[in-house]
């Protein structure tokens, strides 16, 4: 063990929400001596921002990981002007397709899909209801709501096959979220879709691509940016990389936090701001009360794997097309393989024009194509693009696809899902404080938790918390 690091506070994972703990502690009070330890030998967590080769064999900037920002979503936008960076509009102009179960490819142009009429019936009554149903979810004390018990037993899946009366709508709704969380919709609690719904202010936000919602907007070179400007600000040498965090020990006035390098940092207080399920991977004295560890076992981090693909020219914008699909994967181009790849696609043009397209294989249909090899997966991807816009989709300039499941100390993406039957322990379990140690990360948010902006507002209020102990 080599010599003892004395400071204040030590925050745990340099993604945004540590840092932005960081950087609040060290605005408050730049006297306090802030350490912060990341596993990864890169800050940014689950934002990766990476260069692709474009269609004229220049490199230009896409975010492999989280990508989109909202006008709503006000503690990242703050976050955003603070450090001098900019948002440009998602493209959204033109055509929007849909292929779903066996249904030919469908076309439309406004919010709402092309469904018959009974379909887009269907679902005004489906937003209606989640929408009258998430106003009684408190984002604070999601378990106190008078029916909680009851939609905390049931999952999502149960509730659209109960609530819809189209397949059409019930497989639209399926495909969205497997791409929103990850996850089946048969494998997450209703109520913690509820929460999730209430922090983003509805349902509409979450799914929507207009200015003020969760896709509205794109961060000029890239959102990665946030935590490397966050991490120069918090001060030189105080984001140490390659850190894996494996002990903490409490004492009676200080902590000691032990990393895998055989480090040993001893402080008033720690964040932690990682993902929930990675905490298991800590070994605690005192243990963890049992609150939190029901969190780190019933909330899995869901499987999103995201493909980015750049083109010479914007084929899908020639032909009146918003780049904009949605699919619940399509006829299988394989024998060994249930249905297609994707889920969601837009159009991932950069700032300086470099025309891309970006989608997603989620959820189960990750884990099955998994079992593929990574050239099979492109060339079905390829595949069930070509069936929504042509041939030129094989012509591309760069191809990649980011396993989230497969990265360290991160093990999956967007986010950590709750199960049923989980959802008592959530604020306790995510939030609450254990002693001298203070939980952030976007999963302990409050707003828009999930997201990027959740991540700033929880490391925000886990600084808060400190503050008020060692400042
Ligand atoms: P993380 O970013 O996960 O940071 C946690 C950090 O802790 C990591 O750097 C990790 O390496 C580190 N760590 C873990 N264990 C240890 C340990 N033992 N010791 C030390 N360090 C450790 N959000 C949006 O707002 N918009 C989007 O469009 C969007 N799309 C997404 C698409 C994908 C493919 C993914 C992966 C995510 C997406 N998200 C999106 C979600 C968004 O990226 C996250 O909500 C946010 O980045 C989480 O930040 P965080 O700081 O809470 O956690």
Redesign the pocket.
């Known amino acids: 063990m080599e010599s003892i690091v004395e400071c204040d506070v030590v925050v745990?994972?340099?993604?945004?929400?540590?840092l932005s703990a960081a950087w609040m502690l060290h605005k408050r009070d730049a006297s306090l001596k802030v350490v912060v330890?990341?596993?990864?030998g890169r800050?940014?967590?689950?934002?990766e921002t990476i260069k692709l080769k474009t269609g004229n064999g220049s490199m230009d900037f896409w975010d492999i990981?989280?990508?989109?920002?909202g006008s709503t979503?006000t503690h990242?936008i703050d976050v955003i002007k603070e450090l001098g960076l900019a948002t440009y509009k998602q493209f959204t102009d033109g055509t929007k397709l849909m292929q779903l179960g066996s249904y030919r490819v469908r076309s439309y142009k406004s919010e709402i899909p092309s469904f018959s009429l009974l379909g887009v019936l269907d679902l005004a009554r489906f937003l209606h209801k989640v929408e009258q149903m998430r106003k009684t979810v408190d984002v604070f004390e999601p378990f106190e709501c008078p029916e909680a018990k009851e939609w905390d037993k049931m999952t999502l899946d149960t509730f659209i096959q109960k609530t819809l009366w189209t397949e059409e709508c019930k497989d639209s709704l399926i495909a969205t979220s497997r791409t929103m969380l990850g996850c089946e919709p048969s494998q997450i609690s209703l109520l913690f879709f509820l929460f999730y719904a209430s922090a983003a202010g509805g349902l509409m936000p979450l799914i929507g691509n207009q200015e003020q919602s969760?896709?509205g907007m794109k961060v000029e070179g890239g959102t990665q940016q946030i935590s490397q400007k966050m991490a120069k600000l918090v001060g030189e040498g105080a984001v140490l990389l390659n850190?894996?965090?494996?002990k903490v020990t409490q004492l009676a006035d200080h902590v000691d936090v032990t990393t895998a390098t055989n480090k040993l940092f001893r402080s008033k207080r720690v964040i932690f701001?990682?993902?929930p399920p990675?905490l298991g991977?800590?070994h605690f004295e005192p243990g963890l009360p049992y609150p939190k560890l029901n969190m780190i076992k019933r909330m899995p981090m869901g499987h999103?794997n995201?493909v980015i693909i750049t083109y010479k020219h914007a084929f899908w914008k020639t032909a009146g097309l918003s780049g904009e699909a949605v699919m619940n994967g399509g006829p299988s181009p394989i024998a060994e393989c249930s249905c297609g790849p994707l889920g969601i696609i837009m159009d991932a043009t950069s700032v300086s024009g470099n025309p891309a397209l970006v989608s997603f294989i989620a959820s189960d249909q990750a884990v099955e194509w998994a079992l593929q090899s990574a050239d099979k997966r492109k060339s079905a991807v390829l595949k069930s693009l070509a069936d929504l816009f042509g041939e030129d989709v094989f012509d591309c300039a760069d191809y990649i696809e980011k396993e989230?499941s497969h990265e360290p100390?991160?093990m999956g993406?967007?986010?950590a899902i709750a199960s049923p039957g989980t959802m008592a322990f959530l604020s306790e379990g995510l939030r609450k404080p254990f002693d001298k140690l203070h939980f952030a990360?976007?999963e302990s948010a409050t707003q828009w938790c999930?997201?990027?902006?959740?991540?700033v507002q929880?490391g925000y209020r886990a600084a808060m918390e400190v503050l008020y102990h060692v400042s």
Not at 65 to 69: S, Y
Request: glycine share 20%.
């Open positions: 745990i994972g340099a993604g945004i929400s540590g330890l990341e596993a990864k800050v940014g967590g689950r934002t990981g989280g990508q989109w920002v979503q990242i969760a896709q850190q894996p965090v494996v701001a990682v993902p990675q991977h800590i999103l995201k989230w100390y991160t993406a967007p986010i990360g976007t999930g997201y990027m902006s959740g991540a929880a």
